[in-house]
């Protein structure tokens, strides 16, 4: 029997991430090289490694861009405290923040400005969430801010105002596990608020559930995205949380074959920030190296689209 190659749908690319390397090209297109972006644009290797191939400098801090040059932020968000920098340093600024993102940081500012205290369930050091944190303005409302990280940190916490209390989300997060700190949350505060819509985003929680069918139908998975990519990070997690290995990968070139070899079907998905292209790549490999068919799981159904900034339409 032929071996079968099995891809997640959906999988790659999600709308944030078309949005935000869009901005970029965008500038490109209008302003010419150099283009500066304050971080990578999205955690995946190789759009990085396309958009510097294409005259775009990636910078740490602001204060290594040039007075005057256009810089663009990040899809996972800055803190308040960074446009501001840019305003000083008298840069044309242009925010690729996903959307969705964006929705964070309003309830973060909401609810610090009725004077709740708010726990964001988040990886710590995480760009999105150095970013959420710092749309935290407590001014004279005596609101504060915790950092939840894992179930322990959630039974352990402290807060100022247990009844006056709300929560929100990194949005690349495993569903799952979020649900279990959420749950330890209500169970110590059962005051807490909880988002008016779920924080975590459309395109984590399809790839996610895509990923429990997949290893229903798979003997091994392999996993597309970059080492940073927390949702990627994510969908290997999940995959062996269903009981079946798996591996995370930046593309064909980190392919083991022995290791591959004794399987018949391995599924194949990818985190929102990897191309197409390097699945199609990855893809081809499995199926030319372990002389294996691809065929398709479901469709992919997303049809969610961000405008671009008006400056850049």
């Known amino acids: 029997m032929k ?15 078309d949005r935000a390397i869009d901005i970029v090209n965008q500038a490109l297109i209008k302003f010419g090289s150099p283009i500066y972006v304050r971080h990578e644009v999205v955690h995946n290797k ?19 861009v040039p007075e005057s040059a256009h810089v663009i932020f990040s899809a996972h968000g800055v803190s308040a405290k960074v446009e501001q920098e840019a305003a000083d340093y008298k840069l044309r600024s242009y925010d690729a923040t996903c959307p969705l993102v964006t929705k964070v ?41 915790y950092l939840v990280q894992n179930e322990e940190e959630a039974n352990l916490l402290i807060v100022q ?25 209500y169970d110590r505060f059962p005051h807490i608020l909880k988002p008016k819509s779920s924080d975590i985003c459309y395109a984590t929680q399809n790839r996610q559930d895509a990923v429990k069918q997949l290893a229903l ?25 269903c009981g079946t290995p798996s591996i995370l990968i930046d593309d064909k070139d980190e392919l083991v074959f022995q290791n591959l070899a004794n399987y018949q ?26 002389n294996a068919e691809a065929i398709e799981l479901g469709e992919n159904k997303e049809d969610i689209f961000f405008r671009l900034p008006p400056e850049l339409r």
């Open 3 to 17: 071996k079968k190659i099995i891809l997640a749908n959906p999988r790659g690319f999600c709308a944030g991430v």
């Open 46 to 64: 190789t759009v990085v490694e396309e958009l510097k191939a294409k005259g775009v400098i990636f910078v740490d801090e602001l204060d290594e």
């Open 105 to 145: 940081h309003s309830e973060v500012q909401r609810h610090a400005r009725a004077g709740r205290d708010i726990i964001l369930i988040g990886h710590d050091g995480h760009p999105e969430v150095e970013g959420t944190l710092g749309r935290h303005h407590p001014e004279d409302s005596g609101s504060k801010i």
């Open 161 to 185: 105002q247990p009844k006056n209390l709300a929560y929100v989300t990194q949005t690349t997060l495993s569903l799952d596990d979020t649900n279990f700190i959420v749950s330890i949350l």
């Open 217 to 241: 139908e798979s003997e091994f998975i392999v996993v597309i995205g970059s080492s940073n990519s927390s949702n990627s990070n994510r969908l290997k997690e999940l995959a062996e949380n």
């Open 265 to 290: 079907k391995i599924g194949v998905t990818a985190g929102a920030s990897a191309p197409e292209s390097v699945v199609q790549g990855v893809v081809e490999a499995l199926c030319d190296t372990l």
